[in-house]
């Protein structure tokens, strides 16, 4: 599937592109910004280079996280690409929020795939962000490029982000499609906080057992842990959404029982919020994490 560049940016040793492709999931023009490591331009590091995907946050686009978040830092030094995509669709038929809210609708996808009126027509970020826009990354950049972007891959996001990357890992675990995950102040239990009720009930419809399948809450009690892997998670003290959309404790307590007991890493950090201060803050350990699970280091 082609993809246009509208932009191609010097950042750290490597480049920042900024892409743009028609999807056939989504069904208009969706964005994308894609980081290359310096390892990619070396003339003689042959190696296959790994892919993250980072998933953004409510009214966010592709260039919040490339502008705020640091990552080239951190992929340059391990050597791994950072996707970021798009929250949602965007354009001129695209619905939004008939009340003109910034939860729902444009701006915040949810990364689910929606089955109610009219935002089924859409709406379809969590085929777009696990299948169709991996497969598309890989066969833009197959010419040779040493890139991975289907087999070698992690995944992390920021709070509807985060929720997005532990549902999409939990999801697809057993077909191994992730090798790590992390979050930043993630909802974890949407079904449960006005956040995920209010996205979930405009997008899936009224029956709570469809949203079950999408909430990581849910879903760490029904996926078996292979034994190893954990899940690494950041939340600030100083968020103004903990109490009411976050509340990270109660991803751990529906672990308790289960193979993902004790293999969750809350780390509660005192003073910070939810903003990118926070997020770039942290990014270093999260890199280094995924570094980790990628065979880098």
Known sequence: MSFKVSE????????????????QVIGTIMNVNVYLPKQYYSQTDNKVIPAVYYLSGLTCSPQNASEKAFWPFQADKYGFAVVFPDTSPRGGDVPGDP???????????????????????????????????????????????????????????????????????????????????????????????????????????????????????ELVKKVSNRG?????????TKDPFLESNLKPELLLEASKGTSWEGKIDLKLVDGFDHSYYFVSSFVPEHAAFHAKNLGLI
């Open 99 to 217: 009340e003109g809210s910034w939860d729902f609708g444009v701006g915040a996808g949810f990364y689910v795939n929606a089955t109610q009126k009219p935002y089924d027509k859409h709406y379809q970020m969590y085929d777009y962000i696990h299948k169709e826009l991996p497969t598309s990354l890989d066969e833009y950049f197959s010419n040779g490029s040493r890139l991975d972007f289907v087999d070698n891959v992690a995944i992390t996001g920021h709070s509807m982000g985060g929720f997005g990357a532990l549902a999409g890992f939990l999801k697809n675990y057993d077909a191994n499609r992730y090798k790590s995950c992390s979050a930043f102040a993630p909802i974890v239990n949407p079904i449960k906080v006005p956040w995920g009720r209010k996205a979930f009930g405009g997008y899936l419809g009224a029956d709570e057992e469809a949203w079950k399948g999408y909430d990581p809450s």
């Open 228 to 236: 190893n892997d954990r899940i690494l998670i950041h939340q600030g």
């Open 8 to 23: 191609d940016v010097a950042v750290c040793g490597g480049r920042l592109l900024k892409l743009s492709h028609f999807s």
